[in-house]
Nanobody, 120 residues
Framework: QVQLVESGGGLVQAGGSLRLSCAASGAIVSINFMAWYRQAPGKQRELVARVTNIGNTNYADSVKGRFAISRDNAKNTVFLQMNSLKPEDTAVYYC??????????????WGQGTQVTVSS
């Protein structure tokens, strides 16, 4: 019953900005981490950014200094602020979360993905 719903994707010109949001809902006891991945056609899905329950973050080298991940723990929501976008950022972006649903059960959950297209 846990669901992740992304929003904020779209078409933007190179150099522009987008802000992605992902809200988790359902039988959530706690969230260990939330992350953003992306996948372009014919390529493997790659980690873009990740934030843990205590606020530690990490980023793919390709987005360091341009993207920022943040989390609103009270709302079970993660954001990805994307600045200085490049055409190579074009991909489907997926929200990912490690969620504890009971004292004995923790699993990874995925959103449906949102398309980000950066034109040159």
């Amino acid at each position: 019953q846990v669901q992740l719903v992304e929003s904020g994707g779209g078409l933007v010109q190179a150099g522009g900005s987008l802000r992605l949001s992902c809200a988790a809902s359902g039988a959530i006891v706690s969230i260990n981490f939330m992350a953003w991945y992306r996948q372009a056609p014919g390529k493997q899905r790659e980690l873009v950014a990740r934030v843990t329950n205590i606020g530690n973050t990490n980023y793919a080298d390709s987005v360091k200094g341009r993207f920022a991940i943040s989390r609103d723990n009270a709302k079970n929501t993660v954001f990805l602020q994307m600045n200085s976008l490049k055409p190579e950022d074009t991909a489907v972006y997926y929200c990912n979360a490690g969620i504890r649903t009971s004292w004995y059960a923790s699993s990874d959950y995925w959103g449906q993905g949102t398309q980000v297209t950066v034109s040159s």
